[in-house]
C-alpha cells in the first residue's frame, strides 16, 4: 500500500508472490484496485466476477477465486470494483467486509495472502488495512514517494486503533537506480526514520520488471535471470527469514 500511484505496489504483488510460490508457498493475491492489473499481469481476464461481487454482493471468495499457477490463486477485481467506493450504507460494518470475507473462505490454509491497494487509502484501502496483519509501503526514490509514505503512517495508526489490531509495518526500497544520489538520500531518510522495519533487499529499477506484464508473465517466466527476478527473490527470503536494515 502507498497513496502514491508508480511506486511498484502491483509489481511487487505479482513478482514476491510468485517468489514465495516459486519458495515452496502457497499465495493467494487479492486485486483491490480498480485498475485490475493483477489478473492482466497473469494473462488472466478481469473481465470476470472478483472482489467487486464479494464487496458489492456478498459473493464468497472461494467462487471467484481463479487458479492462476501451481499454488497460486488471484482474486480479480473485477469491473465493478470501483463502484464500492461509493457505497454509503452499512455504516462502520462497511470497512470489515474484507476481513469477513476471508474469515468465511477456506483462504485459511494458505502461507500468504497479498493484496494489492489502490493509490487511495478510501473504503477499499480500509478493508485492505482491517484484514491485514502487515502492510508493505514501497517507497520508490524521489521526495514525492517520501511524502506518500509519511501521509500513510497516520493513516495506518488509526487504522490499527479502529480495527482493534496490530498492523506491522514494512518498507522496501523500489526502483533503486543505484547510481542516483537522489536514492541512496531517500533509502537512507527510511532507513534512520524505522529502524528495523525497511527490508534489506532493494528492488532495482530494472526494465523487465516493467516489459513483462504485457506478456501475462511474471518475472520469473518472462526473464529468470534479470535484476528483477533476483530482487524479488531475495525480498521474498526477507520476508520468510525477518531479514532487515
Ligand atoms: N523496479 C522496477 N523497474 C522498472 N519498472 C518498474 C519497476 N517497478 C515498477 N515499474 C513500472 O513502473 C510503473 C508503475 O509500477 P506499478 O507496480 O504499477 O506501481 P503502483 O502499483 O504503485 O502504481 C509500471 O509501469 C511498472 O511496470
Ligand atoms: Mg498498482
Redesign the pocket.
Known sequence: M?Q??????????INLGHALVITGKKVTLLDM?PQG?IATGYGLENNVSGLDDVLLNDMALDDVKVQARDNLFVVPAGKQLGEFELVTSGGSARGHKLRQAIEASSLHDQDFILI?CP?SSGLLGVNAMFAAGEIVI?V?SDYLSLQGLSRMIPIVKRAESLSGHEIKLWLLS???DLRRRLAHEVRNKILNYFPGRVFKTM?????A???C?SFGKTIFEYKPTSA?AE?YFSLAHDLLERRMS
Open positions: 502507498n502514491k500511484g508508480g511506486v511498484g505496489k502491483t509489481t511487487t504483488t484496485d492489473q494489492d493509490p514501497p520508490s523500489t526502483r533503486m528492488i532495482r529499477e530494472n526494465v520488471l516493467a516489459e506484464p528483477g530482487d
